[in-house]
């Protein structure tokens, strides 16, 4: 513009102030359309890693045409952070286990012999326990008082409640790698079916 004679731009302090405002507006933006795209744009690994976790919560808690779940055991055996044996409705003898080493779930039926669950894992996908890496099982009493794990024998019969939280994923988990995590929780209730 010219006033007086003279050209009056802007001066280097009014530049420097629009630079930032328009970053800040920007990284404003960002933090707002980042969790707004993973609402439209599911990765084909977060997808898998959400039907492997649903699968297995599936499997362990309601069961499968091989064995049925915890929701119909007859009686628990044995109990840990990491593994449950239990008497299923049909008199199996049903052993889940979480492998600290694979990350991975296995089921053993009447001893026929340990089978990885679910029998599909996509490439790099991994679980562990939701708050505690090597937690997957924690145990509950009539009074919702939570029980040590291992659970002593003489306190199996007072199981009454199970709670199971994993974590699934794959890579590092991170979208933004077109990873895959979720984090998931179910219980049951113990009712001894006879």
């Given amino acids: 513009?010219?006033?007086?004679g003279y050209i009056k731009g802007h001066?280097?302090?009014?530049?420097?102030i629009v630079i930032v405002a328009v970053s800040v507006m920007a990284v404003g933006a960002v933090v707002f359309f980042i969790p707004l795209a993973n609402l439209f744009f599911v990765s084909p690994r977060q997808a898998a890693v959400e039907y492997i976790g649903q699968d297995i919560l599936d499997i362990i808690i309601e069961g499968d045409s091989k064995a049925k779940g915890l929701k119909f055991s007859k009686a628990i055996s044995a109990a840990s952070?990491?593994?449950?044996?239990?008497?299923?409705?049909?008199?199996?003898?049903?052993?889940?286990?979480?492998?600290?080493?694979?990350?991975?779930?296995?089921?053993?039926?009447?001893?026929?012999?340990?089978?990885?669950?679910?029998?599909?894992?996509?490439?790099?996908?991994?679980?562990?326990?939701?708050?505690?890496?090597?937690?997957?099982?924690?145990?509950f009493d009539a009074s919702g008082a939570e029980i040590s794990s291992p659970v002593a024998a003489g306190s199996l019969l007072s199981v009454k409640r199970i709670k199971m939280e994993i974590s699934v994923y794959t890579g590092g988990g991170l979208i933004k790698n077109f990873d895959g995590k979720v984090n998931l929780t179910t219980g049951t209730e113990i009712k001894v079916f006879s």
């Avoid at 513009?1 to 007086?4: Q, S, T, V």
């Avoid at 001066?11 to 420097?16: D, K, Q, R």
């Fill in 1 to 4: 513009m010219i006033k007086d």
């Fill in 11 to 16: 001066t280097l302090v009014e530049l420097v």
């Fill in 81 to 139: 952070a990491t593994q449950i044996t239990y008497i299923d409705a049909d008199a199996k003898t049903v052993v889940i286990r979480w492998d600290q080493a694979t990350l991975k779930f296995y089921r053993n039926i009447n001893s026929a012999g340990e089978v990885v669950v679910p029998k599909v894992y996509t490439g790099g996908t991994r679980i562990q326990g939701k708050t505690t890496a090597n937690v997957i099982f924690r145990f």
